[in-house]
């Protein structure tokens, strides 16, 4: 359909704007199957399960971040999910990628599935990537190359592929033109090289906003035969290549960790955190709370923005997490608990501790120095709050952050520092917290290090700091593109 005038535009969304759009009662999934003959692959499931409960619950859920493999079935879900939100629920809504190719890639198939539907279109024009339904239903396909393209109107959903090219105010943006109680689901796939705005900002997200799920999903998991036959061949080389070279032959480490990224949808390390000695299969494992043993408390008062943490740890003679033969002469320490709030009074955080089956094995307290500071609203130090509702000794005293830092940078590096899974916002910092260079001297940086800060005094504290500085950080590329295929031109 030719695309129309303005005068006649404008006479027609007023007119849609009064009308009473059917929505469909059923959830994106039967919904899908009735009339599509579609069903999600056990990757995507869960994306549209979530959907489907929030929308019973009339629950909030307005951003979802993917974060998943190359092949693994994430342009397929755009359009389906697109197709739901703009005919079986007549919202208005934009798909988004980074270049007029990749958008024209998903809009397209979108364009035909409604234009070739049992709802009656009254705008249908696919030069201009914008479809309108006579039930109130608006698909525009946008990218964001053009950032000028990303104004209009408010609306309810968007849909963004390869997310992993999003800036900073790409997504500001974005976050402008959403209205209500929106959708914004970000597909992408982790980068091939250190991480992206994307894989960051998702991680900040998570488990910090109610309202926002992070899913990932490696590339085996879509069944179809071509992407099936193409990971057999991949693993195939894989084991050519650790047979041939050894498992701790470097090339094979490297193309190893190219094929968790690209196949896997694994994130990179990035290579300016703060304490990259930290090995997340070594150091993240089962750490049961033993009633024989004493506790300690590792604090950071965390005024707000900033979190109040608690890190609980427990020591054990150092290799009874790895089940090696243990050296009782050396501690390790598990971290068996922690508490990681915003915007609670300390008296509070001390009363939820206290309910902790672990606490009346607490021996000793360590706090940063910054509690024994003056609080200006309370007129009360941290510190002083602590020791008069305790009865175990809080320490609190001056710690060089740099010298502290290196002395967890050591634990982890030699494994004696282990992390319960259920200690999450623990482990999701060493992931956040960041260093940068200024004139040839480390600057840590201030967000993202309020457990990591505590435990890394804690530590001092209790253990004494490090003997040898710590090695500077290494700022390289995380995949060397032009050698990664060196092995099979030799």
Same mark, same amino acid.
């Given at each position: ?27 994106? +999934?039967? $919904? ?13 499931? &869960?994306? *549209? #399960? !979530? @959907? ?39 919202? +208005?809504? $934009? ?13 397209? &198939?979108? *364009? #035909? !599935? @409604? ?376």
């Amino acid at each position: 359909m030719a695309s129309l005038s303005p005068i006649v535009r404008d006479a027609l969304a007023m007119l849609i704007d009064h009308i009473q759009a059917p929505r469909t009662d059923q959830g994106p +999934r039967e $919904w899908l199957r009735e009339r599509y003959n579609w069903t999600p692959h056990k990757g995507q499931e &869960p994306v *549209f #399960g !979530l @959907i489907e409960r929030a929308m019973a619950e009339e629950g909030f859920l307005n951003e979802i971040d993917l974060i998943c493999a190359k092949r693994a079935g994430k342009t397929e879900l755009v359009k389906r999910l697109a197709l739901y939100l703009t005919v079986g629920l007549s919202m +208005r809504g $934009w798909v988004l990628a980074p270049t007029e190719k990749l958008v024209d890639r998903v809009f397209q &198939p979108i *364009f #035909g !599935l @409604i234009r070739d539907s049992d709802v009656p279109i009254v705008e249908a024009n696919e030069a201009e990537r914008r479809i309108i339904t006579a039930t109130g239903g608006v698909l525009e396909g946008l990218t964001w190359g053009n950032p000028r393209q990303i104004e209009g109107e408010g609306i309810h959903f968007c849909i963004c592929d390869e997310s992993q090219q999003m800036t900073p105010d790409v997504y500001d943006r974005i976050k402008a033109r959403l209205v209500g109680n929106y959708l914004w689901v970000r597909i992408g796939s982790p980068a091939e090289e250190g991480r992206s705005f994307y894989e960051e900002h998702a991680l900040e997200l998570s488990d910090a906003v109610p309202n926002h799920r992070v899913f990932r999903w490696p590339a085996w998991v879509n069944p179809d035969r071509d992407i099936q036959q193409m990971l057999r061949i991949e693993r195939n080389r894989l084991a050519t290549l650790r047979r041939e070279l050894g498992k701790d032959a470097s090339a094979y480490k490297q193309e190893l960790g190219w094929y968790k990224r690209v196949y896997g949808g694994k994130s990179a390390k990035a290579s300016d955190l703060a304490v990259a000695s930290f090995d997340e299969s070594v150091q993240v494992r089962p750490c049961p709370y033993d009633e024989t043993l004493p506790v300690f408390l590792f604090i950071d008062p965390g005024y707000f923005p900033a979190h109040y943490a608690a890190v609980v740890c427990q020591p054990h003679a150092k290799g009874e997490a790895l089940g090696v033969e243990p050296d009782p002469e050396v501690i390790e320490l598990w971290q068996i608990d922690e508490l990681y709030v915003q915007q609670v009074v300390t008296s509070d955080v001390i009363r939820e501790l206290k309910g902790r089956p672990w606490w009346r094995n607490v021996e000793r307290a360590v706090i940063d120095v910054s509690a024994r500071q003056m609080n200006r609203q309370t007129g009360v130090r941290e510190v002083d709050v602590w020791t008069s509702m305790v009865n175990f000794p809080v320490q609190s005293r001056f710690v060089a952050a740099m010298d502290s830092l290196n002395t967890l940078r050591e634990w982890c590096a030699s494994a004696r520092l282990f992390h319960d899974p259920s200690c999450k916002h623990t482990i999701k910092e060493y992931g956040l917290w960041k260093m940068r260079r200024t004139d040839g001297q480390e600057i840590p940086g201030q967000a993202w290090n309020d457990a990591l800060q505590a435990l890394s005094y804690g530590l001092v504290a209790l253990y004494g700091y490090r003997d040898t500085p710590a090695q500077p950080i290494e700022w390289r590329r995380q995949v060397n593109v032009a050698n990664r295929r060196w092995a099979w031109r030799r």
